[in-house]
């Protein structure tokens, strides 16, 4: 048997003996907590109160005069004294906080004319039988049919990333994003959506990397905002690198579900044309901005300048499609044909995440003959398109928890998608997988094009192009807005 590892310093008590799953170690460090982490296979490393064997977070192994620590009602992730309870729920950072102005409860959740909620727990594809699939696929088709399956090669670059782009320190994974960055900046000029007086949105921002190549782009302008929005906290965020630049950089940390941008103060203060932006925008986020863009918004801007104000700001000289004739946006001087959102640029991803209650393309699919219960299996049946007959890790059901997310730190979104509902044991014998590929792209194709019907019917020219090459991601699909000829002018050169 193994002898005990000597007491620690100073401490007046022994160490616990070390598991055998510690490598060799035979002591936690001197000054540091005693508690063995199983599944980090090391000691904790925080360090313990003067005289304590363990940290506060650990506390809980040893009775310290009969002090008992209990779990936090509001997060049991960590431990907190309980004769100091009340107190710690005061201040713990689990703890319900203050909404924030701009918050209204399901906004943009689009429920109100839902009225077919889709059950949750709907069966898995493999539980059809070969003639309920042929079924679906045929729907599949005669609702697709009309549509262009190829799309528009709109692969486009941007001289702000250039040194970005030919710098050797950056690796083969930043290479990527950058170049879909630049494309997606490539497509905001080319659409006339680069230039002074504009608010850009970021939905699902995370560390704000789109925003920051945009506001490089933009370097000589003036008046230009960005919101960043991002449900979770973020790490690691790229937008404290502009606070000693005269633009504004703030963050709303909000579901989108619930963000009523005609109350975020900026917005109320200045009217500015809104360009809504996103890079991987997963799933059911994208039908939230959209609403949150083109219905919510623009519903309460009408009626809220019903008596314009007499607010005056600079506008950018060079470009006309969103300027009076008088270069002010407010009061009687505003030309009519204005419009406050400029226009939508939002890089597509993670179909498998699109819910039923909250798809814009709802009365699409009813024309089409469709439903939910069509509309549920199409969008697990989308990951087809990017993964082909790999093997299934899990039903798109039973993962939705761990992956409802709305962007991800590291924007590595089509890991996740190429493992959902790759295949099955009783499909293998009944499609291809060139087959299976585009039935997942026709599934995909059909969600989006109700998505641009959606716009389309809300007086913008919306439409869906490819931004970058397929071996640079696998969601390659950039849908862009801008209002239509009828109801805003076009730029002149």
């Not at 363990?54 to 907190?80: A, M, S, Y």
């Not at 801008?482 to 002018?489: A, I, M, N």
Request: aromatic share 6%; with cysteine; glycine share 6%.
């Amino acid at each position: 048997m193994a002898a005990e590892p000597p007491a620690a310093a100073g401490s007046g008590e022994r160490w616990a003996a070390e598991p055998a799953a510690a490598g060799g170690l035979r002591a936690p460090v001197p000054g540091r907590c005693g508690y063995f982490v199983e599944r980090k296979k090391r000691f904790c490393k925080m360090i313990p109160a003067q005289g304590r064997r363990f940290c506060g977070e650990h506390g809980h192994q040893e009775e310290e005069n009969d002090r008992k620590r209990i779990p936090c009602p509001l997060d049991p992730k960590h431990t907190v004294y309980e004769d100091q309870l009340q107190k710690h729920l005061k201040k713990c950072n689990s703890r319900e906080k203050p909404k924030p102005a701009y918050f209204v409860q399901d906004i943009n959740a689009g429920l109100k004319d839902a009225t077919e909620i889709l059950d949750e727990q709907q069966l898995p594809i493999s539980s059809l039988s070969k003639e309920e699939l042929e079924d679906l696929i045929r729907k599949l088709k005669k609702a697709s049919n009309g549509l262009k399956p190829i799309l528009k090669d709109q692969t486009l670059s941007h001289q702000a990333l250039q040194e970005a782009l030919n710098d050797p320190k950056n690796g083969e994974s930043a290479f990527k994003h950058l170049k879909q960055q630049a494309s997606i900046l490539g497509n905001m000029e080319k659409l006339h959506l680069l230039g002074s007086g504009r608010c850009f949105i970021e939905f699902g921002a995370g560390r704000g990397k789109l925003s920051h190549w945009v506001d490089i782009a933009l370097q000589d302008a003036e008046n230009v905002h960005f919101l960043l929005v991002e449900r979770a906290t973020t790490r690691f965020k790229v937008d404290g690198k502009h606070r000693k630049r005269d633009c504004i950089f703030e963050r709303l940390q909000v579901d989108i579900q619930h963000l009523c941008l005609n109350k975020v103060p900026i917005l109320e203060r200045e009217k500015l044309p809104v360009v809504g932006i996103g890079k991987h925008l997963c799933g059911a986020a994208t039908d939230l901005a959209l609403r949150c863009l083109v219905e919510s918004y623009l519903t309460q801007y009408d009626e809220r300048n019903e008596e314009p104000s007499p607010k005056r700001f600079k506008s950018d000289k060079t470009d006309t499609a969103f300027n009076s004739s008088t270069d002010e946006r407010s009061g009687k001087n505003v030309s009519e044909n204005w419009k406050p959102v400029a226009g939508i640029v939002i890089a597509l991803c993670c179909h498998h995440r699109c819910q039923w209650k909250h798809y814009v393309g709802r009365e699409f699919f009813r024309t089409v003959g469709l439903g939910p219960v069509e509309f549920n299996y199409f969008q697990r049946m989308t990951s087809w398109a990017t993964c082909g007959m790999r093997e299934t890790i899990t039903e798109a059901s039973t993962i939705d928890a761990k992956t409802k997310d709305q962007s991800s730190d590291t924007e590595e979104h089509d890991q996740v998608s190429n493992k959902i509902e790759c295949s099955s044991d009783s499909l293998q014998g009944l499609l291809t997988v060139e087959e299976r590929k585009q039935i997942g792209r026709l599934c995909k194709l059909l969600i989006d094009h109700g998505r641009i019907r959606y716009l389309q019917q809300r007086g913008y020219n919306a439409a869906l192009q490819y931004y970058t090459d397929s071996t640079v991601s696998l969601e390659n699909v950039l849908l862009t807005a801008v209002p239509s000829q009828s109801s805003v002018p076009q730029p002149t050169a």
